[in-house]
């Protein structure tokens, strides 16, 4: 049976709503391929730390290994006790100084990887975003270029010879949520009253799959993150349009009073009109967009009419409320939306 939803038959649509096609276009998330700075110490010391501990159960188990078999109980044992060894200093200092060092050496590599991961300078190419986690969606603010995006956050490409980092302050809207890009950094929660910061210099251009880490509710498996990282020529142009005010079609006035007429204005904002609301994503550029509802569904105008009809249907548990509006109206209002680029 083919559902109808909003006007468009549902069955028509792989059930991944086009992301498992969109998605396998990119390398996948891996916390073995790094391509930012702190993802790679993360990655060296984790490598690291198995090497140095694989070393020592190769030892241990050995040594386990031929003593059990070695001195195993055999039928013409006598019944007499080993020799027993008592109070060798030579022994006893040996194995309380090998592993003294060696926790030692473990402990100053990883107190140098938190270091370089959280408590870098600033360099003055240094780009700021703050980061707001939502259920279930992550708002992008850019303070110093007054853009603001949602759930795909663009990031200049950093040269290590003159890295230009980004780095971003996080906070929750409401509930504990983390920010988990895998090659770019490791988790950051984001906890709400409280200021986190992390930092990023990817060092290959391309897009970036991440995902909340930290169970926030209904729909924390698809509060997903893309990070597009781009040359700074490409980077710069995407700042330029994102600040200009999306143009208005006069086809889509009609589309555009629905908008401004109804419950939609309460919860977003689109530049140029009476609406900013601040609780959903911010819509002025959602066309500028590859996906919808964070990373649920790619942005078409059908997947937007599913969505903007009832968005449960493709997130089950979104906050935000089925729109219920007629045929007509839905039509339009879509159509206006796609206009915002
Ligand atoms: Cu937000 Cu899990």
Request: overall charge negative.
């Amino acid at each position: 049976m083919i559902a109808v939803i909003g006007g468009v038959p549902v069955a028509a649509f792989a059930n991944d709503w086009g992301m498992g096609a969109s998605n396998s276009k990119i390398p996948p998330s891996s916390i073995y391929n790094p391509v930012s700075t702190p993802a790679h110490e993360i990655n060296t010391v984790a490598f690291f730390v198995v090497a140095i501990t694989g070393v020592i159960f190769l030892i241990v188990a050995g040594l386990l290994t031929y003593s059990i078999v070695r001195f195993r109980a055999r039928p013409t044992d006598d019944t007499r006790e080993p020799p027993q060894v008592y109070g060798s200093s030579p022994i006893e200092f040996a194995w309380t100084t090998v592993p003294v060092i060696i926790v030692l050496v473990l402990i100053l590599i990883t107190a140098r990887t938190i270091y370089t991961v959280q408590a870098p300078a600033r360099p003055p190419g240094a780009l700021s975003v703050h980061v707001i986690a939502h259920q279930w969606w992550w708002e992008f603010r850019y303070p110093d270029l007054g853009v603001v995006t949602a759930n795909e956050l663009h990031v200049p490409l950093s040269d290590p010879k003159n890295p230009t980092p980004t780095f971003l302050d996080l906070e929750s809207a409401d509930v504990a949520h983390s920010f988990w890009v895998q090659r770019l950094a490791g988790k950051t929660d984001v906890i709400p009253n409280k200021k986190n910061t992390m930092w990023i210099d990817p060092h290959v251009s391309g897009t970036y799959l991440g995902q909340c880490g930290e169970y926030c509710g209904t729909e924390h498996a698809m509060m997903l993150i893309r990070v597009v990282v781009e040359p700074r020529a490409d980077f710069d142009r995407w700042v330029a349009a994102q600040k200009q005010p999306p143009a208005l079609d006069p086809s889509v006035v009609h589309g555009r009073q629905v908008f401004e007429s109804t419950a939609c204005v309460n919860c977003h904002t689109i530049q140029g009109t009476a609406a900013n609301g601040r609780f959903g994503p911010d819509l002025t550029h959602l066309m500028t967009r590859e996906t919808i509802g964070a990373g649920v569904a790619m942005n078409t105008p059908d997947h937007l009419k599913v969505w903007v009809n009832d968005p449960s249907v493709m997130k089950p548990g979104a906050l935000m409320p089925a729109m219920n509006l007629d045929d007509k109206d839905l039509d339009d209002l879509v159509a206006y939306l796609v206009t915002l680029h």
